[in-house]
């Protein structure tokens, strides 16, 4: 922001409207206008205020707000009361960078906080808060977008390079197989099979081809429905799944299909996560949707703005990912399982981008969440698929 807002508060509180000299503006209606949190603290640290965008970033709405104090939310030792006493103690705005948020309720790491005294109330501070994960997220999708593109590259390279003479390597171990004795028989079934994986492994990588894709309006709750009776007559039998669904959410502008293919792949790694760790005899997975207001993104080098409104989320209550392989996770041929590829988050990460969205995880124990940020279709047609 260019100004501190307590200069906001008190434009607004002493601006009249045009053709009403009689009626003061509301400074909540302006504010909740604003695409940053803000939120008003009263000399209590209790909450006064807090506009829509303020209530996403923390997860509570208006009236749960201001039955608290900051203190419910965050430890006290947080830097931000410190912030927030020597606002009052020295009357001016201060800003803070690159905050941490962690509690039970919240978790928020990257945070911008502006705070500023209000004068016409001695004590109230007004915090606007800047969430700086959506720039990271979208300087970690180029990252993911650019390990995409070359495993593109090799996924050709051995398309044409390796699956003609592999066929070859193949048909001669068959031949071989009738011919030879029992004990030379094992190798060349060894054989066989070896070039049976390096096939499937190189078929795998050939999803990752430069290909563009066709986007159309797509109902994402009847995307996720069909991914939730998919797992749930399979590999998640035994897994909760919870549902918790904006239902005037509109259509994605995106491919079905391949949304499917997305989100499948994330509720298996959740189900596998669940599966193998402590939490397997109560484990949950929870998919989610939401409609997020924010900033539009502009993408480094183009003219374009993203505009990434419909939030789709898959969370399980397993052991959390290692920190080891966060810096990682997307990488292709990088994962954690003895018998994994290391492709299935790499494509999720290619298709997610494909789509111009974006693609956030937050882990730690018992809780892992994968975000996904989808552009919405335009024009709202009511007949999605």
Do not use: C
């Not at 099979?193 to 797509?218: C, N, Q, T, Y």
């Not at 003219?303 to 080891?324: E, F, K």
């Amino acid at each position: 922001m260019t100004k501190p807002l307590r200069s906001v508060f008190s434009v607004v509180t002493r601006r009249l409207p045009v053709g009403d000299p009689t009626r003061p503006p509301d400074p909540g209606a302006l504010l909740s206008a604003l695409s940053v949190p803000v939120v008003l603290l009263d000399s209590n640290n209790k909450f006064r205020f807090a506009n829509q965008a303020a209530e996403q970033f923390l997860g509570l709405s208006t009236s749960q707000l201001t039955a608290m104090r900051l203190s419910d939310l965050l430890p006290e030792d947080n830097p931000i009361f410190a912030l927030i006493s020597q606002v009052r103690d020295v009357d001016v705005t201060i800003s803070d960078h690159d905050m941490s948020f962690e509690s039970p309720r919240l978790r928020k790491h990257g945070i911008t906080v502006q705070a500023s005294p209000l004068p016409e109330e001695p004590g109230a501070v007004v915090l606007v808060l800047q969430d700086a994960s959506a720039a990271r997220a979208l300087d970690r999708q180029m990252t993911f977008r650019s390990a995409a593109r070359s495993v593109s590259g090799m996924a050709a390279i051995l398309a044409h390079e390796v699956k003609n003479p592999l066929s070859g390597i193949r048909g001669a171990a068959q031949l071989l197989e009738s011919s030879v004795s029992e004990q030379d028989r094992e190798l060349t079934v060894l054989i066989r099979e070896e070039a049976d994986r390096i096939r499937d492994l190189v078929d795998r990588m050939e999803v990752f081809s430069e290909k563009p894709i066709e986007r159309g309006p797509v109902n994402i709750h009847r995307v996720l429905e069909r991914v939730r009776m998919l797992a749930q007559s399979g590999f998640a039998a035994h897994i909760n799944v919870r549902e918790v669904y904006d239902p005037s959410l509109p259509p994605v502008f995106g491919n079905r299909d391949q949304l499917v293919q997305v989100i499948l792949n994330l509720v298996k790694n959740a189900a596998e996560s669940i599966t193998g760790s402590d939490s397997a005899t109560h484990g949950e997975i929870m998919l989610t949707t939401a409609y997020q207001h924010g900033v539009r993104l502009a993408v480094p080098g183009t003219d374009q703005r993203m505009h990434l409104p419909l939030v789709v989320s898959v969370r399980d209550n397993g052991p959390g990912i290692g920190m080891d392989m966060m810096p990682h996770l997307f990488d292709p041929f990088v994962t954690s399982k003895p018998s994994g590829s290391g492709l299935g988050l790499a494509l999720v990460a290619k298709i997610v981008a494909d789509h111009g969205g974006l693609i956030e995880v937050d882990s730690r124990p018992g809780r892992t969440e994968f975000r996904l940020h989808l552009p919405m279709m335009q024009d709202d047609p009511n007949d999605a698929i």
